[in-house]
């Protein structure tokens, strides 16, 4: 009995897609303990540097609390000085951009003012929405959030802002709302806004 010519195309298809997916499984098992290292390394980096703007000595970044009703904030890390005393948070939050989620993570005083931000991963447009990830972007940020708010759109930014920013607009309005909805989670932290408890 001859096997039909389709059984066998059919049968070797299969065993390249077997063979595949046991590969693609093998890279997956070496390389995801890497990346989650990787991305700890990177988060433990990131908290280090937003903290140390906090203008203390011995700034210290406590434990991580999870945030469930926020529209951008997904944890907590209080920031407490030398003497223990509280001198504001660090927020992980997240921003919708161009090209998807922008993970960032900024830090608050206690009133919501912002007082440093970082960007950690996105997949903004090179060129363009990818200067987001400068540290100077987010100058134009810092010190916004308590007596000034923090700027949402291109007309809350002087024109020389606004002009370097052409091109990336998405971007910094999925940067600003985002910066802006920690300020005021934090507001409400701290009991200075109407949804936290006085």
Not at 100 to 108: H, K, R, T
Not at 164 to 170: D, E, N, S, W, Y
């Amino acid at each position: 009995m001859k096997i039909p010519r389709l059984v066998i195309v059919g049968g070797k298809l299969a065993l390249i897609c077997t063979v595949a997916a046991v590969v693609l499984g093998l890279v997956n098992a070496v390389t995801a303990p890497v990346i989650v290292e990787n991305r700890e390394r990177a988060l433990a980096e990131g908290l280090a540097a937003v903290a140390g703007k906090a203008g203390v000595s011995g700034a210290h970044v406590g434990e991580a609390s999870p945030i469930a009703d926020s529209p951008a904030a997904q944890t907590a890390y209080p920031i407490t000085g030398g003497n223990g005393e509280g001198i504001g948070f660090i927020l992980q939050l997240i921003g919708t951009g161009y090209g998807g989620d922008m993970q960032l993570l900024a830090a608050y005083h206690p009133t919501g003012e912002l007082f440093s931000a970082q960007m950690m991963e996105n997949q903004e447009t090179p060129g363009l929405g990818k200067k987001a990830e400068a540290p100077e972007y987010m100058d134009m940020f810092i010190g916004s959030g308590a007596e000034s708010p923090i700027p949402t759109s291109m007309s809350d930014l002087p024109a020389s802002q606004a002009d370097a920013i052409t091109g990336a607009t998405i971007t910094f309005i999925g940067v600003g709302r985002a910066l802006a909805d920690g300020s005021e989670l934090v507001r409400e932290l701290e009991g200075l806004s109407e949804g936290g408890t006085q």
